[in-house]
């Protein structure tokens, strides 16, 4: 089933479904003749898509907003906090070409930030499926829950063979290990699989976990690693500031817990901006290049 | 609309003033944008919103928003009056017992949504303007705006969105009171001709004077004013309007009076000698 099967199907079982977007229309082309007044596009106007997705809210809707994840974290941010927020509205964004996948557009459209700024906010979901099998999956749970949430949209996969069905709040085990754990979300879980598995030809046992709902976050199965395991690998598209790394650094401090942690980010820097493929290449977050580094940092400990 | 109707009117606006100027102490409030926009909403809530404390929780009811928040105080004087909440609630005005503070909270009844950043309660609307056309009920939601609130780029990209959507159930008050904070518009961010720039985004407007209820009459009756476009009311009113020793001054946008203060504006705003006010101007921005 496609993201686009699962928005039909969901738009028919829940008459109050209401997709918004801001002419962001790539991933549902064909949704706007099926919903008629239902599907609202607002043009290039973030802000308003959300506000007016709040409005809906008010009045008993559940907005799904799709929207590229820049414009829609970054340009609309106050609306977010401040009308969904303090609202505390059901509010689903999904933001799209988030993180590498905005490939070769450049900084104006990269959303490095984006967890930072959506995990900032009190009562907001974060969730972050590792393929487009995972976010079909996860969308029922999404609509489901009365709280906001905000998605990074991901149309490709499968990135790895799943293990156990989405969960808000719970790690999915891609493989055991006891030297090494890597943490990971989003598409980026493909490279930590493959790394893992090249790691293995290096007598490196290494542990791979889905973290797909970064809030609520599996406290337990990261600090379950913590102490099984020799280094924490934190695997993320993403700034170093306020994603994955922050995350597993506020939980180790608040836990009085301590570790090798191998943080892989953007650190202080925006993306070379290229095709996929070439951009994870050129910033070194491909399976191989992990692999070394991961086997660098666990050779000094 | 009858004298007597009038006269009632002007009554509940005096009542809703008094409140005001009893909130604007011990911390005090905006009192200059809730007394221009007093009068709006007395006949808003008297002769145009079908909406009562009783049809608070019904979806056909019609939808009263406060876009610049920081005008408060006329609102919860204005539902005080009408029985949405109790008059002695007034007196927790920024008191943790309570949620009525410098910005609406939707905890208070009659309150729809929070609001005080300016610029969003018009996206707002066009939500729930859209969900009233998807369901096709006649309910109308009505948002006041301030005019400084006008700079927002947000305002004009909801104004846009609104044509586009057909969405003749939507009107936008504009509470044209001539100040932002502690300038006139016209010196710092010129706003005319307001009417035009809505005629512009492809809305129909109404303009008139904010402090009178016949003018009031004819622009709220009739509405939509044209079929198919959101409607703009631009209501030409004055920023501390009933207190001369305050209107139009740039100062006094936000106040915290003494009691003393406080008793001389009760008396002026009913006809007595302009207050001696000593309190220091304050100026935020």
């Known amino acids: ?301 | 609309m009858t004298t007597e109707q009038v006269r009632e009117l002007a009554q509940l606006a005096l009542r809703i003033r008094e409140h005001i100027i009893r909130m604007a102490t011990d911390g005090g409030c905006f009192i200059g944008a809730s007394l221009s926009c007093a009068d709006l909403l007395a006949f808003l809530y008297k002769r145009v919103l079908r909406l009562s404390s009783e049809n608070l929780r019904d979806r056909d009811r019609d939808y009263m928003l406060l876009s610049k928040g920081h005008d408060v105080p006329a609102l919860y004087a204005t539902l005080a009056e009408l029985g949405f909440i109790d008059r002695n609630r007034l007196a927790n005005h920024l008191k943790t017992t309570d949620f009525i503070y410098w910005h609406p909270n939707r905890a208070v009844p009659g309150v729809e949504f929070h609001s005080g950043s300016l610029g969003h309660l018009l996206s707002v609307s066009i939500g729930i303007a859209l969900d009233i056309k998807m369901r096709r009920t006649l309910n109308r939601v009505f948002v006041l705006t301030g005019d400084g609130e006008l700079d927002e780029g947000s305002m004009w990209e909801a104004a846009l969105v609104a044509a586009a959507k057909r969405l003749d159930n939507l009107v936008a008050i504009v509470d044209r009171n001539e100040f932002q904070a502690n300038f006139r518009t016209e010196d710092l961010i010129p706003l005319e001709p307001i009417e035009k720039k809505f005629e512009a985004f492809g809305w129909s407007t109404r303009r008139i004077d904010g402090h009178s209820f016949e003018q009031m009459e004819q622009a709220f009756s009739g509405l939509p004013a044209a079929a198919g476009k959101p409607t703009a009311v631009i209501a030409d009113t004055v920023r501390g309007k009933g207190l001369p020793s305050i209107e139009r001054r740039a100062d006094r946008w936000f106040v915290n009076f003494t009691h003393e203060e406080i008793e001389m504006l009760l008396l002026e705003l009913r006809g007595g000698a302009s207050s001696a006010l000593k309190s220091d101007p304050l100026f935020v921005r």
Not at chain 1, 42 to 63: F, S
């Open chain 1, 1 to 301: 089933m496609t993201y686009e099967e699962r928005l039909k199907q969901l738009t028919e079982q829940n008459p109050d479904i209401v997709i918004l977007t801001a002419e962001n229309r790539g991933a549902m082309r064909g949704l706007a003749p099926l919903l008629g007044d239902r599907f609202v596009d607002v043009g290039i106007a973030e802000q308003t898509l959300v506000g007016a997705a709040a409005g809906l809210a008010l009045r008993g809707r559940i907005p799904l907003v799709h929207a590229f994840s820049a414009f829609l974290t970054m340009r609309a941010f106050e609306f977010i906090r401040t009308d969904v927020g303090v609202g505390r509205l059901p509010v689903k964004l999904i933001g799209a070409a988030s993180g590498f996948l905005s490939e070769a557009n450049g900084p104006t459209h990269q959303a490095l930030e984006d967890i930072a700024l959506m995990r900032g906010i009190p009562g907001m979901q974060v969730v972050c499926p590792a393929d487009a099998d995972e976010l079909v999956e996860a969308l029922p749970s999404i609509v489901d829950s009365q709280e906001p949430c905000y998605v990074r949209y991901v149309g490709f996969g499968p990135a790895v063979r799943h293990t156990a069905r989405f969960e808000f709040g719970t790690a999915e085990v891609i493989r055991g290990g006891e030297d090494v754990t890597i943490l990971s979300y989003g598409f980026l879980l493909r490279e930590a699989a493959r790394a893992a598995e090249l790691l293995e030809a290096e007598r490196i046992s290494v542990r791979v976990l889905n973290l797909r709902s970064l809030q609520p976050l599996d406290k337990a199965a990261i600090l379950q690693s913590v102490s099984e395991t020799r280094l924490l690998v934190t695997l993320e598209d993403h700034f170093l500031t306020g994603g994955l790394f922050s995350i597993v650094s506020e939980l180790l401090a608040r836990n009085r817990a301590a570790c090798n942690v191998l943080p892989v980010a953007l650190e202080n820097r925006w993306f070379k901006p290229a095709l996929l493929d070439e951009a994870l290449q050129y910033e070194g977050f491909t399976a191989p290049q992990l692999a070394e580094r991961i086997v660098k940092r666990y050779r000094e400990l």
